[in-house]
């Protein structure tokens, strides 16, 4: 069973940018498709970027061209590099695999002036 632990996150002004990080253990980033989601308040849990095994990646129609994700095999770590952030991307944000595993803490990103 995977665990997965989200960092990065803080308050950041419209337009600016955020790296978040996940720690992964006891799964591969390298040998599982990664995704990052995120929930904001009273909304449902969303997909926002995945990754697959051979390295193509898929986003949601609202970060295409502000979000990209990415992993260290190394490290066995995941990252989202948020650019042009927006109010309506204020949500905590988690890693997973997919199929999803268990779910780590997030961490919470607010976009606001």
């Known amino acids: 069973q995977g665990q997965f632990v989200e960092s990065g996150g803080g308050l950041v002004q419209p337009g600016g940018s955020l790296r978040l990080s996940c720690a992964v253990y006891?799964?591969?980033?390298?040998?599982?498709?990664m995704t990052w989601y995120r929930q904001a308040p009273g909304k449902q849990r969303e997909l926002v970027a995945s990754k697959s095994i051979g390295g193509s990646t898929n986003y949601v129609d609202s970060v295409k061209g502000r979000f990209t994700i990415s992993r260290d095999n190394a490290k066995n770590t995941m990252y989202l590099q948020m650019n042009a952030l927006k109010p309506e991307d204020t949500a905590v944000y988690y890693c997973n695999t997919q199929p999803t595993d268990s779910w780590g803490q997030g961490t919470q990103v607010t976009v606001s002036s």
């Open positions: 006891g799964v591969s980033v390298r040998n599982n498709i």
